[in-house]
């Protein structure tokens, strides 16, 4: 370690001392090359670097091929209407996040002095970088808690919900694009322009202050998400076991509820994850003192929130197995006939007993 620095302190010195934006800090160009060398060097690094570059492709791919389950996931249109915008937002994160991880890895394989791996790290240049990660964050978190709003209608209107138009899910849609372009917005004014830094990051120094409160709010909300969700499976749970319906509509949407809800309670739980380990772990490294390579590396920890896209489409695929695998026992007992259906209807009885 005292060599590298050694040799780059000799490499650098025939540079002019600069002001220059770390993150967390101002220091000199001097020492900013030297902690863009030691990143591109970095074996961590290169490891996260390629590992969200994995986690895109994988996403993207997992979530184009989402739209040949549309048909084959019944629900009222409000709902998918909102949960195709959900994976849309998520599709948003993992094309920027390739995109954002291909540039810094275009760099690392390329560079041949220290500054080249700061030409795409200017203020205005990060902004671009990572203005659109930014509204497609905040995009889905907005989606997930009209998601909420939806699934509270459909609780409490259960009786006629399923014969009522998409107003709501063309509301709420609105809704979430404009609460996300507000965040956006914030977020692009309170944004650092003037400094070039040793990596781009979503947050700069002076939009902490904005961030910080929006993130906890954030965070607020979706802990009421998750409540809702749950409370409301119970709910309906509570419905469907009472063997009181009032007709055919009123037992399929509250049977829906429950198939809707059970689902999104672990998407749910999965985003409220990712987004709580992403906002803790950044406000515990800003506390922290640290170098500045170090800090740079631990920063860059933090640019997973796009596993959401993954994760997602997991849920749904799962589900769809399972369903398709009742589907198919339902057909295979119907086929039977004679002692092999009586020896079925045995099995049942003797397996609720």
């Known amino acids: 370690m005292y060599s590298f620095y050694s040799d780059m302190n000799c490499t650098l010195t025939a540079f002019p001392t600069l002001s220059v934006m770390h993150n967390n800090g101002t220091e000199s160009l001097e020492e900013l090359l030297i902690t863009v060398v030691y990143m591109a060097r970095s074996p961590t690094m290169n490891v996260m670097l390629y590992g969200r570059m994995l986690i895109s492709v994988i996403g993207l791919i997992m979530g184009f091929s989402l739209p040949m389950f549309r048909r084959k996931f019944v629900a009222h249109g409000s709902l998918l209407m909102l949960l195709l915008q959900h994976c849309a937002w998520n599709l948003m994160l993992s094309f920027i996040s390739l995109i954002d991880a291909l540039i ?33 964050v905040y995009g889905s978190m907005t989606s997930m808690f009209a998601i909420t709003i939806e699934r509270t209608f459909a609780s409490k209107c259960y009786k006629n919900y399923e014969r009522s138009s998409k107003r709501l899910g063309y509301v709420l849609s609105i809704g979430q694009f404009v609460l996300a372009s507000l965040f956006t917005l914030g977020a692009a004014l309170t944004y650092d322009f003037t400094q070039t830094r040793a990596h781009c990051f979503v947050v700069t120094r002076g939009g902490e202050m904005y961030h910080r409160p929006l993130a906890a709010t954030s965070f607020v909300l979706e802990m009421m998400c998750l ?19 009032g007709g055919l509509s009123v037992k399929y949407q509250i049977t829906e509820n429950v198939r809707a809800l059970k689902l999104l309670v672990p998407v749910v739980i999965s985003h409220i994850t990712l987004t709580v380990l992403v906002a803790v772990s950044f406000s515990v490294y800003a506390v922290l003192t640290m170098a500045p390579h170090t800090r740079a590396i631990a920063e860059e920890s933090l640019g997973f929130l796009h596993l959401h896209a993954v994760i997602v489409p997991v849920f749904m695929f799962v589900r769809h197995r399972r ?9 295979r007992i119907n086929r039977l006939h004679g002692t092999a259906l009586m020896n079925e209807h045995d099995k049942a009885i003797m397996k609720n007993w």
């Not at 795409?120 to 497609?136: L, M, S």
């Not at 398709?324 to 057909?331: D, G, L, P, S």
Request: proline share 2%; with cysteine.
């Open 104 to 136: 810094t890895a275009y760099t690392f394989a390329s560079w041949r002095q220290p500054e080249d791996l700061i030409a795409f790290n200017d203020g205005y240049t990060c902004f671009h970088r990572k203005i659109w990660h930014i509204y497609a």
């Open 227 to 245: 409540i809702i969700f749950c409370c409301l499976l119970k709910i309906n749970q509570r419905r469907l076991s009472s063997n009181y319906f």
């Open 323 to 331: 369903k398709w695998k009742q589907v198919a026992k339902t057909c």
